[in-house]
C-alpha cells in the first residue's frame, strides 16, 4: 500500500452449482490464501456463492435465504482477515431479485452493489430471474443480518487514509455495454474498478475480452481487475475458463489464461501513478454524481511486496517483435521531421559531426533516409569528422567505414592545432585536462560544423541524445547547439536498440560497421587516448549506467514520481545486477545534474518528439533553470 501500490487478486472458486455449503468453503479458502499473500483487494466470480449457472433454482426461497445466511457467516470470517472481498450472490429486495456484488471487510458487510445491466440475448437470459439496478431509482439499504447495509450503483469505496485507494465495482455484462457504471465511478474518483463476471468461453472471445479490458483501463485511466467463473459452472450450454484479467491504464499486468489452474491471480496496481496520469490530463472530468455514497474502510498501511515484473529498460519493450516496430516508427517521425526542416530552410546541404559513436550513427542513419524521401543524392550529407586529442582509430575508422557504406560526403577537419592554437589564445596548460581542455575541443568541432554549413549553404544535424540532455552531459554551445536536433527525444537505452534494428536489417560492411558501432564503450573523446590507442574516457564511469539513468528519467517525468519511489522500483528492478548503494549513488547524481543542467535545455534547439518524454522547453518540460534540488535531494539523503 505505500508508495501506492494496492495488491489485487482475482481468485477462482472451485463452484458447485446450488451447493452453498461446497462453494462457502471454498471461497474462505480463497480468501485465508489472499490474507496469507498480503492481498488489500480480493476479487471473486460472479455469484460466486450459488454458481451463475443456477437457472431457475434462483426463484428458490431456500437457495436464496441460504446464500443470504452464508454472507452472514463470510462477512463474520473477515473480521481478522487483512483483504477487503468482494463475493457474487443473488440478494432479494423489495420482491425483487438482483445480482450482486457483496464488499467484506474486518466482519462486516460493508456494503453491495447489483448488478445495472443484465444481459438477455443468445445463452443469457438473467432478465428472466433478475432486475436491474436501474429499478432502484438511486441508492438504498438492505436489512442483513439486522442492520442496514448501503445498497445501491451509486457507490464507491474509500480507504480511510490513503487518499489514492478507491474503488468501484462493475458485474460482468456491466463492462460491455456502451455506459458502463464504471465511467461515473471513476468521475466520482475510483481508480481500481472490480469486475465480478461469468463470462463464457467461445472461439474468440478471450481475445474480445481481453481487448476490452485493457482499453477499458486505458480510457477510464484506472486499474481494473476482472475475476471470471470457472468450469465448476454447469456445462449444460455454456462453459467457463476462470479467464482471469488484471490491468493497468492499458497495460496487462496479469493473466489466468482460459482454463489455467490457478486459484489467486495477483498483481500490484499503482493508484498513485493512475492519480498522476489523471491529474497530468486536465480534461478528465472527476466529478462524483449528486447520489454517489463512498463507503469508508480501514485497512492497516503495511509495505506492499512487488511481485509484478518492471522493466530495467521502460523506453524499450521486452518483445523483440514490438521493439522493431517501435525502432522503425522512430526512424519513420525523425526522418519525416528532418525532411520537413530540409524543405522548409533550402538547406542544399545537411552537415553533421560524425565520431564512429552511436549518437551521431543514428543521426547519420536518420538525415540519409531523410535525403532518400527528398529524392536528393547522400552525397548532399556532409560528414564531418574532427579527430583531435581523443580520438581512436576505431571510431575514427567506423565513421569512415559508416559514411563509405552510406554513400555520404566525408570531410575531415583536424581540430588539434586549432584548439592548441586557443589554449595559447587563453593561456590555458594543455597539459591540464579539466574541464577547459574537454569543452575547447567540442566548441571548436560546433563552431567547424556551423561555419561550414555556412559555406555550404547547410543545416547542422545535431546527434545529442534524451539522456544527455537530462544530464546535461553536453558542452553548452558545444554539442549541445545545432540548427535541428533529431535524437533530442530519443533515451540512449533506445538508441542503441534502434542502431541495432538497422544493423539486423543490413548486410555486408554496413551491417560489420553498426555492430562494431554497438560494441564501441560510449565516450566524448575528449581526454588523449590509452597507451594502446584505447578509449581512455567512458561516459558510464563518470556519470553512471545509461540504464539506470533512462530508468531514473521516466519515472521522475513521465509520473513525477518521489526519489524514495524512484529508488524502490530500481531496486526491485535492478535486484542482483547493482547493490542498493550503488542505485542510491547514481539517483542523487540523476537530480543534482538534472536540476543543475536545466539552463542547458531551457534552449535546445529544436527536435521531434518520439515517445512520451520529451524534454523539449516549448511542448513538455517547462522548468526554471534556477529551481532548487532541495527537497528531492534531502529526501534521497533520509533513505
Known sequence: MKDGFIKVAAGSVKTTVADIAANLSEIKKRIEQADKKGVNLLVLPELSLTGYTCGDLFYSEVLLDSAREALCELAEFTADKYPLVLVGLPLRHGHRLFNCAAALHDGEIKAIVPKTHLPNYSEFYEKRQFASANSLGGNTTVNIGGRAVPFGRHLIFRHESLENYIFGVDICEDLWTQSPPSEALCHAGALIIANLSASNEIVGKEEYRRLLVKATSARLICGYVCANAGPGESTQDTVFSQHHLICENGILLAENNPFEENELLISEIDVDRLAGERHRLNAYASAAAKDTLSITFNQEIRETALTSKISRTPFVPADEGIVNERAEKILAIQAHALKKRLEHTRAKKAVLGISGGLDSCLALLVTARAMDMLSRPRTDILAVTMPCFGTTMRTKSNAERLCACLGVTLREVDITAAVNRHFEDIGHDANVHDVTFENSQARERTQVLMDIANQTGGLVVGTGDLSELAL????????????????????????????????????????????????????????????????????????????????????????????????????????????????????????????????????????????????????????????????????????
Not at 588523449?528 to 549506467?545: C, F, H, M, R
Not at 524512484?566 to 545534474?593: H, P, S
Open 472 to 639: 546535461g552531459w553536453a558542452t553548452y554551445n558545444g554539442d549541445h547547439m545545432s540548427m535541428y536536433a533529431v535524437n533530442s527525444s530519443v533515451p540512449k537505452t533506445l538508441v542503441r536498440h534502434i542502431v541495432r534494428y538497422v544493423a539486423g536489417r543490413s548486410d555486408g560492411e554496413l551491417a560489420k560497421v553498426l555492430f562494431d558501432i554497438l560494441d564501441t564503450p560510449v565516450s566524448p573523446e575528449l581526454l588523449p587516448a590509452g597507451d594502446k590507442g584505447e578509449i581512455s574516457q567512458k561516459t558510464e564511469d563518470l556519470v553512471g549506467p545509461y540504464e539506470l539513468h533512462d530508468f531514473f528519467l521516466y519515472y521522475a517525468l513521465r509520473f513525477g514520481f518521489a526519489p524514495s519511489k524512484i529508488y524502490r522500483l530500481a531496486k526491485y528492478a535492478f535486484a542482483g545486477a547493482y547493490e542498493d548503494k550503488t542505485v542510491l549513488r547514481w539517483l542523487k547524481i540523476f537530480f543534482r545534474r538534472f536540476f543543475s543542467q536545466q539552463f542547458k535545455r531551457s534552449c535546445m534547439p529544436d527536435g521531434p518528439k518520439v515517445g512520451s518524454v520529451s524534454l523539449s522547453p516549448r511542448s513538455d518540460w517547462r522548468m526554471p533553470s534556477d529551481a532548487s534540488a532541495a527537497l528531492w535531494l534531502s529526501e534521497l539523503e533520509n533513505l
